[in-house]
C-alpha cells in the first residue's frame, strides 16, 4: 500500500462539498468467517461510518450482497446509513422492487434446483433473497465444490433471465440485472456526491472500483486483482482510516466558516438589496438592480468576491443585530459602539427610477474600528482597481460611477491579483462616522440633507407603510416583518415582485441545485402580492397588475406569459454559470438567469386571476384593462388547459399532466367568474369550462391506488402542491378525498418542522431539504378541515425556523437544522402571512 498517497487522496477527499463514503459489508466493515450468518460489524468501523452520516453534505452507503433484511439486522441502528442489499437490487431497508409472476417463477425454480444440488453436501448453503439466491460453498472440500459449481454452470444458471454473479467462496443467480457498480452510481446521483470513497474485497466489487472516477477513491482489502488504486491488509486497517477521514472530515466542515443562511438580514431601497451578516459585513450586493452583476458577492465566493467590513479593530465580537422596529434600518452593536446600516429610500419614487443607490453605514460611540472596503465588479470577474480621493475612495472600471463618501478616513489600498482593496482604522471619539456607498454618482460631496434626516425618512418609508396593515393576532410581529420583506422584494420602478433577493445558495449543499430566483415570477409575485391584500394594502398588487399589462401589450394569444421575466419586464437571457466563484459551502454551478424562462407552466393563470378577485371583493380601483387581462387569460386556458406542463416545481423533465397545473387553471375561470359578478360582465360559457376542468381533474387526478391526489395524473408519487385541490375550493373542506390528500401528504412528506415538494427523484443529482411554502399549506389545510391542534403545532414549529432578524429561506434541513435555498424568499413570507390569517380567522381573532 502506497501508504504516503492514500493519507494525501484522502485528505482531499475528506473535503469534497459533497462525500459519499460506501463500503461492502463482509470482508471490509465485516471480517470474513466460515459462517456468512455469524459475520459481525467491526465495531470501530460502524462508529466512524456513523460519525460520517451524521456530518453535513456527508453520507454513508453499505453495498453487499447479502439480502437487504439480513444487511440492515447486522448494521443494527444505523438509520442514518443507507443500505443496499442484493447487488444493488434492493435499495433502503423495507423495500424491494416487486417482481412479475414470470419472474417470480424463475425463482421458485432457481430455489428447488439449488437447494437439490446443496443436498449433496453439508458443506454447502443457499441464502434466499428476494430477487436472487446465494450458493455458499466455502465450507465443503474443494472436490464437492467443484462438482457443484460445475452442475450450477451447466443447469440453472443457463435459464433465460438468470445472471450469474461469482464471489469468494459463493456464486449467486439473480433474476434482476444489477450490479454494484449500477448500484454506486445510481446512489451517488441521488445523492449528488462531489467524490466517492469505496471500499470492497470481493469479486463483486470490482464492478464499483470500474465506475469510480477523478477524485474518487478506490480501497481493495486483502490480496488478488484489481481496478482499486489502493490495498490494504485486513478489516482492522480499514477501521483506522474509515476513523481518520471521519477525523478530517468533520475538522474540515468545522473550519468552512460559512455563516447559515438565515443569519443574513436585508437592506433594500426597491431597487435594490444588500445582505448583511451577522458580525455587520455586507456580503450580498448588485447594482444597479437586484438582477444585476455583483459588487460585493462573498455570499458565493468567499473573501476574494468582494465585501464591505465594519468591525472592531481590537477583534471583539458583535453582540447583538437587529432592524430598528418596523423598518429596514439595521443595528449591529459592538462593545463600545454601533454600526447602523441603510439604504437610503427616503426620496420617494422619483429616487428609486433616477438609477442611484446609496448604502449609508453610520458608526457612534467610542473604540477602535476597522474598515475593510472590497468591492469586486461583475461578480470579480471585472479588474476592480480603487482610487483615493480627498473624500473619500472612488472605484475605477465601473459602467456607472461607483464612490465611497468617507471624507475623515485615511486609506491604505493592498493589491490582491488585479484588484484592490482598502482598509482604514479609526479611534471613534466625537460625533457619529458617516460613510456612503453611491452607486450612479461620481459626487463625493455632502448631502444636503443631513443624515439623521435621511435616516428618519427611510425609516417612516418602511415604518408608515407597515402601519397600515391589518396584523392578526397570531404571531403578529412576524407577520409584519413578512409583509415587510415582501415589499422589500418589490422593484419600486416597475411594480414586479422578486421571488427572492439571491441566486444560487444551494437547496442542497455542496451540490448542483443552485437557481438564480432575482426575477419575477409571474405566479409567485401574484401570491405574494395576493398576502400583502389579505392584510389591506392593495398598493403593490395593483402596481404588480400593471406590470403585468406591460407584459400582455407584448404578448400574442395564446402564447400570453412565461414563467418568469426580469424585474423591468423583459426577457431572460441564457442561463449561464459563473465559473470564478465557489458558490456557498462550495455549492457549484453559480448560476445567472434561469432555464425555467424557457417552459410551459400552466399554473401562472390561477394566482393572478384570485389576485384580480381578491382585490374586486375589497373594491379595489379596477378597471377595463384588467378585465381584458382577464379575458385574455381565460382565453389562454380555454385553448391550452389540456395540455401537459413542467409544473410549479420546474422540474427539468419532459412535460406532463399536474395536477396542480390543472387546478390553478380551475382556479382561474373560477375566480374570473367571480370578478365577472363584480362588474356585471355575465360571461355564463365560462362556466362550463370550469365544470369542464375540474371534472377532468376529479377523474383523472385522483389516484385510487394511494386514496390521494398526486403529483400527476400518470403516477402515485406523493407532491404537497396536491394540497390545493381543497385549498382552492374545488374540493369542499370535509371531502374525504381532500382529506385523504392531507394524510397521503402527511405520511410522506412531512418531517418534524418540515414539509417536502415530494420526494421522487426528478433526476437532478443530491436530496433537497423541506420547502417552506409546502409546510403553511399542509397548516392551511389542517384548519381548514378543523385539525386545529395540528395546524398549531406546525405553525409553531414553522416560525421557529425564522432566523434572528425575522428572515427566511427557501427550504430546511431537518437533520442539520440549516436553512437552505435563495434568501430571503417571497414564497416562504407569503406563506407564513396566510397561516397566520388561516389560524386567526378559525380562532375567531382576525
Not at 453487499?64 to 446509513?81: F, K, P, Q
Not at 472436490?143 to 449467486?172: C, D, N, S, T
Not at 384588467?626 to 427539468?652: Q, S
Not at 425575522?806 to 440549516?818: A, I, N, Q, R, V
Amino acid at each position: 500500500m502506497r501508504l504516503d498517497e492514500l493519507n494525501q487522496q484522502l485528505d482531499q477527499i475528506s473535503r469534497v462539498p459533497v462525500l459519499l463514503v460506501a463500503s461492502d459489508f463482509d470482508g471490509t466493515i465485516a471480517p470474513i468467517v466460515s459462517d456468512p450468518a455469524r459475520a459481525e460489524a467491526n465495531r470501530e468501523s460502524l462508529v466512524a461510518l456513523r460519525n460520517l452520516a451524521h456530518m453535513p453534505q456527508t453520507h454513508v452507503a453499505i453495498v453487499s450482497g447479502r439480502a437487504l433484511a439480513d444487511l440492515a439486522a447486522r448494521t443494527g441502528e444505523a438509520e442514518d446509513i443507507h443500505l443496499v442489499g442484493s447487488h444493488g437490487s434492493e435499495f433502503e431497508a423495507g423495500f424491494a422492487e416487486p417482481l412479475g409472476p414470470q419472474t417470480l417463477e424463475l425463482l421458485d425454480r432457481l430455489t428447488s434446483e439449488l437447494r437439490r444440488i446443496a443436498a449433496a453436501d453439508p458443506g454447502f448453503s443457499v441464502e434466499e433473497k428476494p430477487a436472487a439466491l446465494a450458493f455458499h460453498y466455502r465450507n465443503a472440500d474443494e472436490q464437492a465444490a467443484a462438482a457443484a459449481i460445475e452442475a450450477i454452470l451447466r443447469g440453472p444458471a443457463k435459464y433465460p433471465g438468470v445472471h450469474v454473479r461469482h464471489g469468494k467462496k459463493v456464486i449467486e443467480l439473480s433474476v434482476v440485472a444489477t450490479d454494484k457498480g449500477t448500484a454506486l452510481r445510481r446512489i451517488r446521483q441521488r445523492l449528488g456526491a462531489s467524490a466517492v470513497l469505496f471500499v470492497g474485497d470481493d469479486v463483486t466489487d470490482e464492478d464499483a472500483f470500474a465506475v469510480l472516477t477523478g477524485p474518487d477513491v478506490g480501497i481493495k482489502v486483502g490480496s488478488g486483482e484489481t481496478l482499486a488504486r489502493y490495498r490494504v491488509s485486513n478489516t482492522t486497517e480499514i477501521a483506522r482510516l474509515l476513523a481518520q477521514v471521519a477525523e478530517r472530515r468533520a475538522d474540515w466542515l468545522a473550519g468552512s466558516h460559512a455563516v447559515p443562511i438565515e443569519q443574513h438580514a436585508l437592506l433594500s431601497d426597491q431597487r435594490t438589496v444588500a445582505l448583511v451578516g451577522p458580525t455587520g459585513r455586507v456580503v450580498w450586493m448588485c447594482l444597479p438592480r437586484l438582477d444585476s452583476p455583483a459588487v460585493f458577492a462573498e455570499l458565493l465566493g468567499g473573501p476574494t468576491a468582494g465585501f464591505f467590513e465594519v468591525k472592531s479593530a481590537d477583534h471583539e465580537r458583535p453582540q447583538r443585530q437587529q432592524y430598528v422596529e418596523d423598518t429596514f434600518v439595521l443595528e449591529t452593536q459592538w462593545p463600545g459602539f454601533t454600526v447602523t446600516d441603510y439604504l437610503d429610500c427616503g426620496g420617494g419614487r422619483a429616487f428609486q427610477r433616477a438609477g442611484r443607490t446609496d448604502l449609508i453605514r453610520v458608526i457612534t460611540g467610542r473604540g477602535r474600528v476597522l474598515f475593510t472596503f472590497a468591492p469586486r465588479l461583475d461578480f470579480g470577474r471585472m479588474q476592480t482597481r480603487i482610487r483615493v480621493c480627498e473624500a473619500g475612495l472612488e472605484v475605477e472600471g465601473s459602467v456607472d460611477p461607483l464612490v465611497l463618501r468617507a471624507p475623515s478616513l485615511h486609506w491604505r489600498l493592498t493589491d490582491e491579483g488585479r484588484h484592490q482593496t482598502a482598509t482604514a482604522v479609526v479611534e471613534l471619539a466625537d460625533g457619529p462616522l458617516v460613510l456612503e456607498m453611491r452607486y450612479g454618482t461620481g459626487n463625493l460631496q455632502a448631502d444636503p440633507l443631513a443624515e439623521p434626516v435621511r435616516r428618519e425618512r427611510t425609516a417612516k418609508f418602511w415604518s408608515g407603510w407597515a402601519g397600515t396593515l391589518s396584523v392578526p393576532s397570531v404571531a403578529p410581529d412576524l407577520v409584519r416583518r413578512s409583509a415587510l420583506v415582501l415589499k422589500a422584494l418589490c422593484y419600486g420602478a416597475t411594480g414586479a415582485i422578486a421571488a427572492a433577493a439571491t441566486t444560487s445558495l444551494p437547496e442542497h449543499p455542496g451540490g448542483v441545485r443552485n437557481w438564480d430566483y432575482r426575477f419575477c415570477w409571474p405566479r409567485d409575485a401574484a401570491m405574494a402580492a395576493a398576502a400583502l391584500v389579505r392584510l389591506g394594502a392593495t398598493g403593490p398588487a395593483m402596481k404588480y397588475l400593471d406590470w403585468v399589462l406591460g407584459i400582455l401589450d407584448h404578448c400574442e394569444p395564446p402564447a400570453l406569459l412565461c414563467p418568469v421575466y426580469t424585474v423591468t419586464g423583459g426577457h431572460l437571457g441564457p442561463e449561464a454559470d459563473i465559473s470564478e466563484l465557489s458558490g456557498y459551502r462550495g455549492s457549484r454551478p453559480v448560476r445567472v438567469g434561469n432555464a425555467a424562462a424557457q417552459q410551459i407552466q400552466l399554473d401562472v393563470f390561477g394566482p393572478i386571476a384570485d389576485l384580480v378577485a381578491l382585490l374586486a371583493a375589497r373594491a379595489a380601483p379596477l378597471s377595463s384593462e384588467h378585465w381584458r387581462m382577464l379575458e385574455a387569460m381565460i382565453g389562454a386556458v380555454a385553448h391550452r388547459w389540456r395540455e401537459p406542463d413542467h409544473g410549479i416545481w420546474e422540474v427539468r423533465r419532459p412535460r406532463q399532466h399536474h395536477v396542480h397545473s390543472k387546478v390553478m387553471c380551475w382556479l382561474a375561470v373560477d375566480r374570473a367568474l367571480a370578478v365577472d359578478r363584480y362588474l356585471g360582465k355575465h360571461r355564463t360559457n365560462w362556466e362550463e369550462l370550469r365544470e369542464q376542468i375540474a371534472a377532468d381533474v376529479l377523474q383523472n387526478g385522483w389516484n385510487a391506488r394511494q386514496n390521494a391526489f398526486c403529483a400527476t395524473y400518470d403516477d402515485g408519487e406523493a407532491d404537497a402542491a396536491a394540497l390545493c385541490v381543497g385549498l382552492s375550493g374545488l374540493l369542499a373542506p370535509q371531502d374525504p378525498r381532500f382529506l385523504s390528500t392531507i394524510a397521503f401528504v402527511e405520511r410522506e412528506l412531512l418531517d418534524r418542522a418540515t414539509v417536502y415538494r415530494y420526494r421522487y427523484d426528478d433526476g437532478l443529482p443530491g436530496l433537497e431539504g423541506g420547502f417552506h411554502l409546502c409546510t403553511t399549506w399542509l397548516i392551511e389545510a389542517y384548519a381548514l378541515t378543523g385539525q386545529m391542534d395540528a395546524a398549531r403545532a406546525l405553525f409553531g414549529r414553522y416560525v421557529s425556523l425564522v432566523g434572528p432578524t425575522g428572515l427566511m429561506s427557501e427550504e430546511y434541513d431537518p437533520d442539520t437544522g440549516y436553512g437552505l435555498g435563495n434568501y430571503p424568499q417571497a414564497y416562504a413570507h407569503a406563506g407564513l402571512i396566510c397561516a397566520a390569517l388561516r389560524l386567526a380567522a378559525v380562532d375567531g381573532s382576525a
